[in-house]
T-cell receptor, first 116, second 113 residues
């Protein structure tokens, strides 16, 4: 079974600074998908970024980017120019090869606080 | 932008009672999911649903749980006889055919007393 590990339960960053959240996973699959979801205090889960394992290029979405290291099974999230609105719980999630409605496997999350 | 919606936002019930949590997936999505998040813990998969059938379920999804798509828009999760340990946030999600990204609703907080 796949597992996702987020080793940083809590992190903080000064506004406008850069922060990196770590995620590692364990799988025997070769093709899979990785996601970062954000859960602000409102509790809604919001997709931040996704990465396809067969693509070597790291995904980017505005201030959010990932460092995907397939051999190391590592998928970290970098947030640049942190904003107060980035304060949230961040979950890393894994999806085995897509077959229609494949479930997500989540890590335990990292609580990020952006400080003014 | 289309969103997944869930009702109610908060449900309080007595142990042993039945509850139905409701979700309206994004209209052109065909795949539906329920996840659960016990307070302070990670989000866990419960069940996936496609073409009026359960596609996959986790070991959490035992006989007290059931899902249904009663009409063309709603997707429901029923818990027949609630237990204290069912207290959690329940998230509905949906995805398009051929697309891996799942979109989540705002969740229903279930409190079992």
């Amino acid at each position: 079974a796949q597992t996702v590990t987020q080793s940083q339960p809590e992190m903080s960053v000064q506004e406008a600074e850069t922060v990196t959240l770590s995620c590692t996973y364990d799988t025997s699959e070769n093709n899979y998908y990785l996601f970062w979801y954000k859960q602000p205090p409102s509790r809604q889960m919001i997709l931040v970024i996704r990465q396809e394992a067969y693509k070597q290029q790291n995904a980017t979405e505005n201030r959010f980017s990932v460092n995907f290291q397939k051999a190391a099974k590592s998928f970290s999230l970098k947030i640049s120019d942190s904003q107060l609105g980035d304060t949230a719980m961040y979950f890393c999630a894994f999806m085995k090869p897509y077959s229609g409605n494949t479930p997500l496997v989540f890590g335990k999350g990292t609580r990020l606080s952006v400080i003014a | 932008e289309p969103e997944v919606t869930q009702t109610p936002s908060h449900q309080v019930t007595q142990m042993g009672q039945e509850v139905i949590l409701r979700c309206v997936p994004i209209s052109n999505h065909l795949y539906f999911y329920w996840y659960r998040q016990i307070l302070g813990q990670k989000v866990e998969f419960l069940v996936s649903f496609y073409n009026n059938e359960i596609s996959e379920k986790s070991e959490i999804f035992d006989d007290q749980f059931s899902v249904e798509r009663p009409d063309g828009s709603n997707f429901t999760l029923k818990i027949r006889s609630t237990k204290l340990e069912d207290s959690a946030m329940y998230f509905c999600a949906s995805s398009e055919a051929g697309r891996d990204t799942q979109y989540f609703g705002p969740g229903t907080r279930l409190t079992v007393l």
